[in-house]
């Protein structure tokens, strides 16, 4: 059984910042390739960023290039989001997957279904 456990959500200012952290529990945490969504209310689940297995190979959504971005620390089994030059539009509940079958250097996929496990999410709420 594979526990992802987000934190780090909060409100904060447009044109602040935060961290997520996703700490992952029950397997080896080098054996997944993680992501980032979003889900605003109303709207679909969406790709946010995703990093390789080995931290070298990172994707993300071109609105957040250069705003969010992702990093994994694979002795503390985690994987954070920063979050910087927050807007409006980026309030929603964030998500953190796994990805089990990813290969070692793979680019972790942009889809929902790419991922077999996923967190409960935390709430950011960026005010105008």
């Known amino acids: 059984q594979v526990h992802l456990v987000e934190s780090g959500g909060g409100l904060v200012q447009a044109g602040g910042s935060l961290r997520l952290s996703c700490a992952v529990s029950g397997r080896p945490f080098s054996l997944y390739a993680m992501g980032w969504f979003r889900q605003a209310p109303g709207k679909e689940r969406a790709f946010v960023a995703g990093?390789?297995?080995?931290?070298?190979?990172?994707n993300s959504e071109d609105s957040v290039k250069g705003r969010l971005s992702i990093s994994r620390d694979n002795d503390k089994n985690t994987v954070y989001l920063q979050m910087n030059s927050l807007k409006p539009e980026d309030t929603a509940v964030y998500y953190c997957?796994?990805?089990?079958?990813?290969?070692?250097?793979?680019?972790?996929?942009?889809?929902?279904?790419?991922?077999?496990?996923w967190g409960q999410g935390t709430q950011v709420t960026v005010s105008s």
């Open positions: 990093i390789s297995r080995n931290g070298t190979n990172i």
């Open positions: 997957a796994a990805d089990r079958f990813a290969s070692y250097y793979s680019t972790p996929p942009v889809q929902v279904d790419g991922y077999d496990y």
